[in-house]
């Protein structure tokens, strides 16, 4: 909720806070996390808030690092339109998929193409666009998304060894990766997307950090924002993005209890923006049948009831 000025309702936004822990404290449906985390309790919580105008907000285990797995794909989105800007779409397609986020059927079906960045196929696509763009370092293994999200939160990201050895692993991803190979679609070799893609995955960060890398999203439309055109642009398009493709196929279902746009991780992480008004950091690690937090769902569907966020329209 904003008042008149357009900035945030602080004091409502903190209570806000208070009682979306205490609601996930004691939460029955919790999901089941994701076999790759390892043993981890269900019922862990964070969630912080960034504002646009400037407020920062947190509850539960705000400050417990996760690795921040498909929510990278967001970062390695911008990053790509950064560097070739539309010509993206010539090898990326911009739809829901309506298949598991690693078909490799749904990009046989489409000659290599990706339906979006958001799913797997989709992501390796962008990181052999990554590959080829120009870096300000000469860093050896390439790590773009890392060092952006160094630039937002003040230090370099550690990285989570288990992702990390996971790259030998990664049978589904390499036969995507192969696949769209042999339709002429990666310029790079297989290895060395896989390695990029693996690795911007590993990037730890916690609710706090989180919730700062996202908040470019939120303040590119808000008022008094930097007269770049170009990045209010790219970031009206990735909003969008995340709204019909952040959450897989429970994308819809979000649409409609959240109303605001988003990327989970199978870490239990999802990442929201309220445009013009909030990023959104919330973490559990529980998930439900399309991969997504079960409370964090929960949380930010009372937050934007709350804070009257959704981007579909006002109930005040």
């Not at 539960?60 to 800007?85: C, M, N, Y």
């Not at 952040?246 to 999802?270: L, T, W």
């Amino acid at each position: 909720m904003q008042d008149g000025r357009g900035e945030t309702d602080h004091a409502l936004l903190e209570r806000a806070i208070a009682e979306i822990v205490d609601d996930a404290a004691s939460a029955t449906e919790r999901g089941e996390p994701d076999a790759r985390s390892g043993e981890i309790d269900a019922s862990r919580f964070g969630i912080a808030v960034a504002t646009a105008d400037g407020h920062f907000c947190a509850g539960g285990d705000a400050e417990r690092s996760f690795p921040i797995q498909s929510i990278s794909k967001v970062f390695s989105l911008t990053l790509a339109l950064e560097a070739i800007d539309e010509a993206l779409w010539d090898r990326v397609g911009r739809e829901p998929s309506g298949d598991p986020f690693n078909s490799i059927i749904d990009l046989e079906r489409h000659a290599g193409i990706p339906r979006n960045p958001f799913i797997n196929a989709g992501a390796l696509v962008v990181a052999d666009v990554l590959l080829s763009a120009p870096r300000p370092d000469d860093g050896d293994p390439p790590e773009p998304v890392r060092r952006r999200l160094a630039q937002r939160v003040g230090s370099m990201p550690d990285l989570d060894k288990a992702v990390l050895a996971s790259l030998d692993e990664g049978y589904a991803n390499r036969a995507l990766a192969n696949l769209a190979k042999s339709f002429g679609n990666l310029e790079h070799s297989v290895q060395a997307v896989m390695e990029l893609y693996v690795r911007q995955c590993a990037v730890l960060l916690d609710c706090r950090r989180l919730a700062l890398a996202g908040l470019p999203l939120a303040q590119a439309q808000a008022k008094g924002a930097p007269s770049d055109q170009q990045a209010r642009r790219r970031a009206k398009r990735i909003n969008a993005l995340m709204l019909t493709c952040g959450q897989y196929d429970g994308s819809g279902e979000f649409a409609y209890r959240v109303g605001m746009p988003a990327k989970s991780g199978v870490s239990g992480a999802i990442l929201a923006v309220s445009p013009k008004r909030a990023s959104i950091a919330v973490w559990s690690p529980g998930l439900d049948e399309n991969g997504n937090s079960v409370l964090g769902v929960r949380a930010l569907e009372r937050l934007a009831e709350t804070m009257d966020w959704s981007v579909f329209g006002s109930l005040r």
